[in-house]
């Protein structure tokens, strides 16, 4: 081998040494950026399953609240529909015995207005919000905050899932020091993030139906 040939050997490696030492040194910093990323995304899927738990939470407690509401606004109902009819019946009463003692028709007047009043604040009570239109407004109210955690809920469910999928390719692509899933992985994790975001906000109304 002559000289030239031995010089020309030694510059070859000594580019391929530098390549190599350059490409290790790109790999180093990309899985160093990779680890950070994932450490965002972590972050990231720990508010989106806060998000979650909160909005499943007040779901279950508003569709609680709106069967028991539901509840005493058909007890309510029953018991107006009781003294509605007792006071009719006195009504009727008064009507068919003209000839009643007075002492006994006062009796059965001031049962009639008693019954009435209470079939009147059975219907409407502001006081106490405990009439039957109270009652059902509070009901209307508790299924509304439930239909709006109902819609949230979703939206938390997939970006958790998205997050898993996007911290499982970004810790991939660090063993297999892969640009091209770590940026399949950032795609995905863009698409999470707006959906927690939706889930916090209710910016847009998936169809899920």
Wanted: aromatic share 8%; proline share 2%; hydrophobic share 45%.
């Amino acid at each position: 081998m002559t000289e030239g040939q031995v010089e020309a050997t030694e510059i070859a490696e000594k580019i391929g040494d530098i390549h190599e030492a350059h490409s290790a040194e790109e790999d180093a910093r990309f899985r160093r950026f990779t680890g950070i990323y994932l450490g965002v995304i972590a972050m990231l899927l720990a508010i989106t399953s806060l998000g979650g738990s909160n909005a499943m939470k007040v779901m279950l407690s508003a569709n609680i609240q709106a069967s028991d509401t539901y509840g005493f606004y058909q007890s309510r109902n029953i018991r107006q529909t009781l003294y509605q009819l007792t006071a009719e019946q006195l009504e009727r009463d008064l009507l068919a015995q003209p000839d009643m003692p007075e002492a006994a028709r006062k009796k059965t007047e001031e049962a009639i207005k008693r019954y009435e009043g209470r079939v009147e604040r059975y219907e409407s009570d502001p006081a106490t919000g405990e009439g039957k239109k109270e009652l059902l407004a509070k009901a209307k109210e508790w299924e509304t905050k439930r239909d709006h955690a109902t819609e949230r809920d979703p939206n938390f469910d997939f970006a958790e899932a998205l997050f898993q999928i996007a911290i499982v390719l970004g810790s991939v692509s660090i063993v297999a020091a892969s640009r091209a899933l770590i940026k399949l992985s950032g795609a995905i994790a863009v698409v999470a993030s707006l959906l927690m975001i939706n889930g916090y906000f209710l910016l847009v109304h998936l169809p899920l139906e």
